[in-house]
């Protein structure tokens, strides 16, 4: 149940998303705030902007996701559940059985993870694991915002995954240089979108990923 007072925050706006939709999403970005109050989900400097900052920013990855090909999608390093509890929020009336996992060590957060699930009804499993010791895992996509450097999420997704199709993620504004250290040891198909929430930022998608021989 959400707090009777609600915090004021910035306006939602995503184009071409229902009233319903919207509403879904300013509710779960309301439980964010409460639930910060009590562990640390946020940085308590964003809560002012958090449907820019943290709602709208995790929305912009659904050009990477709503396609033919994905189904499932893996969420590392989960916290708060962004962007993948918005990515659910948004995919419930463009796609059914459109599944999420979430990847989150942290009890508490995994609790507040939960609750979001079952509030929302979204098709979900949220494992309380360290994500370094999980094999054989199989998805669609591997997602994270905010979690680990590129080489550590390429790692993870070529040691721990059995098998995945792409690798959604966020840069900042030293990006181009991380993708050209990385590309001396991998190789990669890359797509790149600008960020709507940040001139210095995109968010990239990647496929067909392998180490190169050293």
């Not at 959400?2 to 300013?26: A, C, F, Q, W, Y």
């Not at 590392?76 to 659910?88: D, E, M, Q």
């Not at 669609?140 to 790692?155: G, M, N, Q, S, Y």
Request: net charge positive; aromatic share 10%.
């Amino acid at each position: 149940m959400i707090d009777s007072k609600i915090i004021k925050t910035d306006k939602i706006h995503i184009p071409n998303v229902s009233r319903e939709t919207i509403g879904e999403l300013e509710e779960y970005s309301q439980s964010i705030l409460i639930t910060n109050k009590k562990i640390n989900l946020i940085s308590s400097r964003t809560e002012n902007t958090i449907n820019t900052r943290h709602i709208y920013d995790s929305a912009q990855t659904i050009e990477f996701i709503n396609k033919n090909d994905i189904n499932v999608c893996t969420d590392l390093g989960s916290g708060a559940g962004l962007p993948s509890i918005v990515l659910g929020i948004l995919m419930k009336p463009k796609k059914q059985g459109f599944k999420l996992i979430f990847y989150e060590k942290s009890y508490h957060k995994s609790n507040f993870l939960k609750e979001m699930v079952k509030k929302f009804k979204l098709e979900a499993k949220i494992y309380q694991k360290n994500i370094f010791e999980q094999k054989n895992l199989v998805t669609d996509v591997i997602i994270c915002r905010a979690f680990k450097p590129l080489p550590t999420i390429f790692e993870i997704a070529t040691k721990n995954f059995k098998n995945f199709k792409y690798i959604v993620m966020y840069l900042g504004k030293s990006g181009k240089k991380i993708l050209e250290d990385v590309s001396k040891k991998w190789k990669f198909d890359i797509e790149e979108m600008k960020s709507l929430t940040s001139e210095e930022s995109s968010v990239v998608k990647i496929s067909n990923l392998k180490k190169k021989y050293e």
